[in-house]
């Protein structure tokens, strides 16, 4: 069954350093999404993205983040300087079409954890 | 302001037993409901969903409940097994989603089932 993978499954990184998360979608879908759950807290959306442009982002997703879908298969989240409270699974979902009623995807997530 | 939220954080209910969990919601503009699964290490996985105009949607082993007049959510998991152990998430995505198809996502409700 075709589903959505992610790398690396943990990221340890330093203050102020950048960091880019990788997703592969699955291979047919064309509505890919980030979402991030800080440890015993809710899932939040942070950013969608279809045809090349973000179509929503939340007002988590400042300046300091960007997505990219660099290739056909990848879908990246960049932080470019990563704050302690950036510490969090990062799931990254997709979905094959638009509309309310198709079902989002999601992959394992990565950890993500700014020391 | 807009919220999903969930009534028990944790539900422990014996093997076999039915299980139900609730979710509050205040967007009354919310079209589509979901109820996800979390599994220690995974991500959300999709369980069932329904529609605004629905009340009642089943699926295997799985109901889930819309009472809109109170805006209240439910999941049944009839005779549950060790396996549902899990954390289960209620989501909504609103009608004027802004093209993103957002989910917005509930605080979640920890379910242990004991032998």
């Known amino acids: 069954e075709p589903e959505v993978t992610q790398t690396p499954s943990h990221q340890v990184t330093q203050m102020g350093q950048e960091v880019i998360l990788r997703c592969v979608p699955i291979?047919?879908?064309?509505?890919f999404y980030w979402y991030r759950q800080i440890l015993g807290q809710k899932v939040e959306f942070l950013v969608s993205?279809?045809?090349?442009?973000?179509?929503?982002k939340s007002e988590i997703f400042d300046d300091q983040f960007s997505v990219e879908r660099p290739d056909g298969s990848n879908f990246t989240l960049k932080i470019r300087s990563t704050k302690l409270e950036d510490s969090a699974m990062y799931f990254c979902?997709?979905?094959?079409?638009?509309?309310?009623?198709?079902?989002?995807?999601f992959g394992p997530g990565t950890r993500l954890t700014v020391l | 302001g807009e919220s999903v939220g969930l009534h028990l954080p944790t539900l422990s209910v014996q093997e076999g037993d039915n299980s139900i969990i609730n979710c509050a919601y205040s967007?009354?503009?919310?079209?589509?409901f979901i109820w996800y699964k979390q599994e220690s290490g995974k991500g959300p996985q999709f369980i069932i969903d329904?529609?605004?105009?629905?009340d009642k949607r089943q699926g295997q082993r799985v109901t889930v409940l819309l009472n809109k007049t109170v805006k209240h959510l439910s999941l049944q998991i009839a005779a549950t097994q060790p396996g549902d152990s899990a954390v289960y998430f209620c989501?909504?995505?609103?009608?004027?989603?802004?093209?993103?198809?957002?989910?917005?996502f509930g605080t979640g409700t920890q379910l242990k089932v004991e032998l």
């Open positions: 979902a997709s979905t094959k079409q638009g509309g309310v009623n198709n079902e989002q995807f």
């Open positions: 993205f279809y045809n090349n442009e973000i179509s929503e």
């Open positions: 967007n009354s503009a919310s079209d589509y």
């Open positions: 329904i529609r605004s105009n629905m």
């Open positions: 989501a909504e995505i609103p009608i004027l989603t802004g093209g993103g198809n957002k989910l917005t």
């Open positions: 291979s047919n879908h064309l509505y």
